[in-house]
């Protein structure tokens, strides 16, 4: 059964950073790139990033790229998201979702308040 | 950016009878369609691909059709457990971008 557990949300400041990760199992980790999707309280959805199987690929959305990384250690199962000078609007559930978008996590909350 | 817009809005339908959402794109996205549906507390759900194909375990009575920038779910016969918040997904290009969703609801 192909599972995904984000954790590492939390209270934040602005300016400040967070490191999220998607525990994976169930499945061949390095076969599928992974994506990062993001919700707002109330909103829609949005993309936030992607990385390719082998890590050598990543993409970002425009409103996020050069603040997050988004990384993966296929020795551990493992898909981080390092967020870096967070702002408000950044303030949603997290959800980390596997390549054809077949399965996700339920998502960790990131609040970005002074 | 590709722009996806969905309409309408909101869409409220009589369970049994069929439900037709729209989406189309700012510029073609060729067949790089997929069709999500997400409830209340729970995580987004996939239930079309490739614009038509039907993923793993997803009720015929959901299909999508179109091709590039104009694009349709429709959910032939409502069951309850049909009303939810659909989303468009584009991943043709990046970045890959949602439509804002269309909010199904019984009349």
């Known amino acids: 059964e192909v599972q995904l557990v984000e954790s590492g949300g939390g209270v934040v400041q602005p300016g400040g950073s967070l490191r999220l990760s998607c525990a994976a199992s169930g499945f061949t980790f390095d076969d599928y790139a992974m994506h990062w999707v993001r919700q707002a309280p109330g909103k829609g959805l949005e993309w936030v990033s992607l990385?390719?199987?082998?890590?050598?690929?990543?993409y970002y959305a425009d409103s996020v790229k050069g603040r997050f990384t988004i990384s993966r250690d296929n020795s551990k199962n493992s898909l981080y998201l390092q967020m870096n000078s967070l702002r408000t609007e950044d303030t949603a559930l997290y959800y980390c979702?596997?390549?054809?978008?077949?399965?996700w996590g339920q998502g960790t909350l990131v609040t970005v308040s002074s | 950016e590709i722009v996806m817009t969905q309409s309408p809005a909101t869409l409220s339908v009589s369970p049994g009878e069929r439900a037709t959402l729209s989406c189309r794109a700012s510029q073609s996205v060729s067949s790089n369609l997929a069709w999500y549906q997400q409830k209340p507390g729970q995580a987004p759900r996939l239930l079309i691909y490739?614009?038509?194909t039907r993923a793993t375990g997803i009720p015929a009575r959901f299909s999508g059709s179109g091709s590039g920038t104009e694009f349709t779910l429709t959910i032939s016969s409502l069951q309850s457990e049909d009303f939810a918040v659909y989303y468009c997904?584009?991943?043709?290009?990046?970045?890959?971008?949602f439509g804002q969703g269309t909010r199904l609801e019984i009349k």
């Open positions: 490739g614009a038509s």
């Open positions: 990385i390719s199987g082998d890590g050598g690929s990543t």
């Open positions: 979702a596997k390549s054809h978008g077949d399965y």
């Open positions: 997904q584009q991943y043709n290009n990046w970045p890959i971008t």
